[in-house]
């Protein structure tokens, strides 16, 4: 089975412009979720989403959204590129679990490197 | 909030034990994760364990819990040179959301 896959791979931007990743979960996962990871530090929590539906929201500007499509897809846009925008662009999928059978694991794509200049 | 704490280094011989340790705070902790993420790419999941167990053994991998003391390691048995990469620990709580707290990663340099 295939894994999360993110598009573009690379991404070079200049300030105020807007960008649209995108994201599809792996397959039977309907729950998807960004993350941003600046250089040197660990994913920060952006935006969940499940069947849909926002589940979550992380401490990011409104410039940030994010929505999911029926087939469980994502796409995250940023509007008005700063150059601290300037991160690795992580998805994540997961399994519909049951805490007591299951586990909350999250599965990663390779991320969109975004470079804003 | 909930914090998650790593050392940032850590510097081993080929062969030799690697032991990667970690901290949080979040006493309602669920799953504690540890994912690798080699240069230019995305987080690889190498193991997680659930917080009613003490220890996790999976092949080269084994994951100690001591919920008393917050504390997660991974050790990593007949370390190689491909097991160079950044380490992270990371937690989520009981409160539903499914969202890990990361910590930033514990770079590990093997020497041949």
């Known amino acids: 089975d295939a894994g999360v896959t993110q598009s573009p791979t690379h991404l070079i931007k200049t300030r105020g412009q807007q960008v649209t990743l995108r994201c599809s979960p792996i397959s039977g996962h309907k729950s998807v979720s960004w993350y941003q990871q600046v250089l040197g530090q660990g994913p920060q929590f952006i935006f969940q989403y499940y069947e849909k539906e926002e589940r979550g929201r992380g401490n990011f500007p409104d410039r940030f959204s994010a929505r999911q499509f029926p087939n469980y897809s994502s796409e995250l846009n940023v509007n008005a590129l700063l150059l601290g925008d300037s991160a690795l662009y992580l998805c994540?999928?997961?399994?519909?679990?049951?805490?007591?059978?299951?586990?909350?694991?999250?599965?990663f794509g390779p991320g969109t490197r975004l470079t804003v200049l | 909030g909930e914090d998650v704490e790593q050392s940032l280094f850590l510097s081993v011989r080929e062969g030799d034990s690697s032991v990667i340790n970690c901290t949080y705070t979040d006493s309602s902790s669920t799953y504690l994760y540890w994912y690798k993420q080699e240069p230019g790419a995305g987080l690889q999941l190498l193991t997680y364990i659930f917080s009613n167990m003490d220890m996790k053994q999976d092949q080269r991998l084994t994951v100690l819990l001591n919920k008393k003391d917050k504390h997660l390691s991974l050790r990593i048995a007949d370390t190689q040179t491909g097991d160079s990469a950044i380490y992270f620990c990371a937690e989520t709580s009981s409160g539903g959301s499914y969202i890990p707290t990361f910590g930033r990663g514990t770079s590990l340099i093997v020497h041949p």
């Open positions: 994540a999928s997961r399994p519909k679990t049951n805490r007591a059978q299951g586990n909350d694991t999250q599965y």
